[in-house]
């Protein structure tokens, strides 16, 4: 059975770029997007997504303050937090706020959010990144 993903940005074309990674495997289905921090909490309580990816910078409220509710609702999820602004400041708050890994929109290759997928929801199977290393 595929593991359910929920996609939280507030960029639909973000939302759509992440969608599409994830519709082209079958091991996983997106099972929710939300563009704000409390449509996320409210599609969480009603689709208890196993992973998560979060954008830290949203209306209403941040990443950082949506994770730890996230974790309340679905303790099992695992977030992946998407960030423009990626320091160690904002790495240690996320990390403290229940997200497993942090991933720069600008640095790093969004595709990379597969191979942490794979980490943290498929423990079972042999890790291959989904992009190649430098």
Same mark, same amino acid.
């Given at each position: ?13 973000? !939302? !759509?770029? =992440? !969608?599409? $990674? ?42 950082? #303050? ?11 999820? /695992?977030?992946?937090? =998407? ?15 229940? %997200? /497993?890994? %942090? ?7 969004? !595709?990379?959010? $597969? ?12 890790? #291959? ?6």
């Amino acid at each position: 059975m595929p593991k359910s993903i929920m996609i939280v940005d507030d960029n639909e074309i973000m !939302r !759509r770029i =992440l !969608r599409n $990674i994830f519709e082209n495997n079958k091991e996983w289905t997106v099972c929710a997007e939300a563009d704000s921090g409390s449509d996320a909490l409210e599609k969480a309580e009603k689709f208890h997504p196993e992973f998560v990816i979060l954008d830290f910078c949203m209306p209403n409220m941040d990443g950082i #303050e949506v994770a730890p509710k996230l974790k309340s609702i679905c303790p099992k999820a /695992s977030i992946v937090m =998407l960030t423009a602004f990626k320091d160690v400041y904002l790495e240690q708050k996320a990390y403290k706020a229940g %997200v /497993s890994w %942090v991933l720069s929109k600008t640095t790093d290759d969004v !595709r990379k959010v $597969i191979d942490f997928a794979r980490i943290l929801l498929r423990p079972d199977l042999p890790y #291959e990144p989904a992009v190649a290393k430098a």
